[in-house]
């Protein structure tokens, strides 16, 4: 019985990148997913995977799994309109028996196994819990037409990323009411916000980068290299 369920959501193509499927692009060896699912197929505590992802995309899948060589009980899931809705069909593939649910961003390949283990063991502590990092930066709130209107307190105020945790029961709960409202968010964490579930921030202290734009990947070629 899986006790832990990944599931990968890679069902966007990544249009900021500018250079066709982000997710393919050649990186350190391998496509930049092929990364992120090797990762994940190597954790311990992984049951199972779901892949996320467009129709299109399934044969680059199936051979991606040979060329990594992937053990772990897999299977892919197709997409829906919105992340939202590729997630709720994610979610719903995992086994009914799983305790936990790890959510991935596809494009985030660099996630240490440490950091994953500690969101797994706060989920499985708190009901939910997401790695993040404390944002150090100055903030600035924009007036619409590229012009300062104010600074915004920095202080409590946290980046999140990827592996987001929860038990299974929860993010199916917190997922529904979200569709049930017909709400829209951008991560998995807001769906517990609107259902009143408290989440567990993790510090994550190593770099976790997400592939956004074609300046990300010279620095997540130089993580995974150096591995």
């Known amino acids: 019985m899986p006790g832990v369920s990944i599931v990968i959501v890679a069902a966007g193509r990544g249009t900021r990148m500018g250079q066709g499927d982000k997710l393919f692009l050649d990186v350190a060896g391998l496509p930049l997913v092929g990364h992120t699912w090797q990762r994940f197929d190597r954790l311990p505590e992984a049951g199972e995977i779901i ?44 086994a009914a028996e799983s305790e936990l649910v790890a959510i991935q961003d596809g494009a985030r390949p660099c996630t240490q196994r440490s ?18 990092k404390r944002v150090s ?16 307190d920095r202080e409590n105020v946290w980046a999140v990323q990827t592996p987001q ?18 709400l829209s968010i951008t991560d998995d964490t807001a769906a517990c916000e609107a259902l009143g579930q408290a989440v567990k921030l993790i510090e994550c202290d190593t770099p976790n980068p997400k592939a956004t734009t074609p300046a990300d990947l010279p620095y997540i070629e130089s993580l995974l290299a150096g591995e």
């Open 51 to 94: 892949i996320v992802t467009r129709d299109d995309a399934r044969p680059l899948f199936e051979d991606l799994a040979k060329r990594i060589g992937a053990k772990k009980p897999w299977r892919l899931v197709a997409g829906g309109a919105a992340r939202q809705d590729s997630v709720w069909n994610g979610v719903n593939a995992t």
């Open 115 to 132: 950091a994953i283990q500690a969101a797994l063991a706060a989920a499985r502590e708190t009901g939910a819990a997401v790695l993040a």
């Open 137 to 152: 930066d100055t903030l600035k709130r924009g007036d619409g037409q590229a012009q300062i209107a104010g600074t915004i």
């Open 165 to 182: 945790v929860f038990r299974r029961e929860i993010i199916l709960a917190a997922l529904a009411k979200v569709r049930d409202e017909g």
